[in-house]
């Protein structure tokens, strides 16, 4: 792409009263890491990515309208869209990359070179742990096309690279520890109602039908984290948890009874057994990350889904092994 476009928000305060960046999707875990900013007296600088997606757009829009209410003045929100580079909006179908890997790059250059223009040293990318941390739900799923965007590895290495290039910022996940259902819990609720909590985006395929796909492993952490957290369910394009059958044979059904497995796993390994059946984890030691707070955290995220599936979608709790 060529240059970006920069479009700044009308929100009450300017990007010179910004003491932080925080990545804004449109999406519920960055909501909740701009609201925890605000709640704690921080000014953040909130930056978007448009990329033309209207239901993303609209998201982004939503989330933006909900944080200037919470707190009028207290923090600046400002767009990059980046422009075509002339031969269609993603270049040749030859040359177009089918993974998301790409993503990381994009959106935490975008939170650097921000602190880089306000001379801040705080750039946060908010995210959840379980798709932080971003365990193959299976084993033939290691080294297919799955992102890890913000998996603690990515952003110890970008943090090395901005260091190298002189650039003050420093990425942080402030969620590394946290369940979807623990955000929204402990930094939504209290602020929000759950109508606006709805209105946010976390589909991976968002803005290919008029509702969030429900099959993805993306929507299927936040229709359960919902539930975990004592919101009323959502109507989904595919209802994958309820009518599982109406799944079989796709994608959505393999991410489910993938999910379900690696659930059970964590509930019924010891630790031991747990790191020997993921070494991920370990590898993930080396960038700072405790493993008993992992491990404690995917144990928690395996007691919600269970407890979630048992109560609300007993076809769905057949699959569990």
């Not at 935490?108 to 602190?115: D, F, H, I, P």
């Not at 948890?241 to 393999?254: E, I, K, M, V």
């Amino acid at each position: 792409p060529r240059a970006a476009e920069v479009a700044p928000e009308p929100t009450g305060a300017t990007p010179r009263d910004a003491d932080a960046v925080c990545l804004l999707s449109g999406g519920i875990d960055s909501l909740a890491g701009a609201l925890m900013l605000q709640h704690t007296g921080r000014r953040p600088l909130l930056v978007c990515h448009q990329s033309g997606n209207p239901t993303v757009l609209q998201a982004q829009g939503h989330v933006a309208k909900l944080l200037a209410t919470v707190a009028p003045g207290q923090a600046t929100m400002g767009s990059v869209r980046l422009l075509p580079d002339g031969r269609g909006p993603e270049g040749p179908a030859t040359e177009r990359e089918p993974s998301q890997r790409s993503r990381a790059f994009l959106f935490t250059s975008l939170a650097l070179a921000a602190a880089d223009a306000l001379g801040v040293g705080e750039a946060y990318i908010p995210e959840n742990g379980i798709l932080t941390m971003a365990l193959p739900l299976a084993a033939a799923r290691v080294g297919g096309l799955s992102t890890r965007s913000t998996h603690p590895k990515v952003i110890a290495l970008l943090n090395a690279l901005a260091g190298d290039c002189g650039l003050p910022g420093v990425l942080t996940n402030p969620f590394l520890y946290q369940t979807k259902a623990e955000i929204i819990r402990d930094f939504l609720r209290p602020s929000l109602t759950p109508f606006d909590i709805q209105k946010t985006v976390s589909c991976w395929a968002a803005g290919r039908s008029s509702r969030q796909c429900g099959g993805c492993v993306a929507c299927l952490v936040r229709r359960l984290a919902m539930l975990a957290a004592g919101l009323p369910d959502e109507a989904y394009e595919l209802d994958t948890l309820g009518n599982p059958d109406s799944a079989r044979g796709t994608d959505a059904y393999a991410n489910l009874v993938d999910l379900l497995s690696l659930c059970a796993d964590f509930g019924a390994r010891s630790d031991a057994q747990l790191l020997s059946h993921s070494p991920e984890l370990l590898d993930s030691a080396t960038c700072g990350v405790s493993l008993p707070d992992t491990l404690s955290l995917y144990r928690r995220f395996g007691d919600e889904v269970r407890q979630v599936v048992q109560e609300h979608f007993p076809t769905a709790a057949r699959l569990i092994p």
